[in-house]
């Protein structure tokens, strides 16, 4: 499907163009696990920084369906990103992340990074 979708814009770029929401929604998932496969092959983990918002919640439900895709055991989350809200606040970035389903995989908690932001 990655093959599919990326056309290459010059030698220093590529471009997706995978079509209406449902594909783009496949195809960032598919992205999402292409990328952590050859990181934790790589460097054997797969580190990431996840966004803040509702626009990627859609990602995090379909990437919760997926608790086969990956060795979820070398993934480690970050946020790039949070409110000054507490963890479990319906705006927290964080908050909404776990709840739209990164929860339900099998990620050492120890390797769920967020912000501290009660912290000064």
């Not at 934790?40 to 626009?55: K, P």
Request: charged share 20%.
């Amino acid at each position: 499907m990655l093959n599919e979708v990326i056309r290459s814009w010059d030698e220093r770029r590529d471009i997706a163009m995978p079509g209406n929401a449902a594909a783009t929604l496949d195809f960032a998932v598919a992205h999402w696990i292409h990328s952590a496969k050859r990181a934790i092959q790589e460097r054997g983990r797969f580190a990431v920084a996840l966004s803040g918002g509702s626009t990627p919640q859609a990602i995090y439900q379909k990437l919760s369906l997926c608790s086969q895709a990956l060795p979820w055991k070398d993934v480690w989350l970050f946020w790039s990103d949070e409110r000054k809200v507490p963890a479990d606040h319906p705006e927290s970035n964080y908050h909404n992340a776990m709840e739209s389903g990164l929860k339900n995989l099998p990620i050492p908690p120890s390797q769920i990074f967020r912000m501290p932001v009660e912290l000064t």
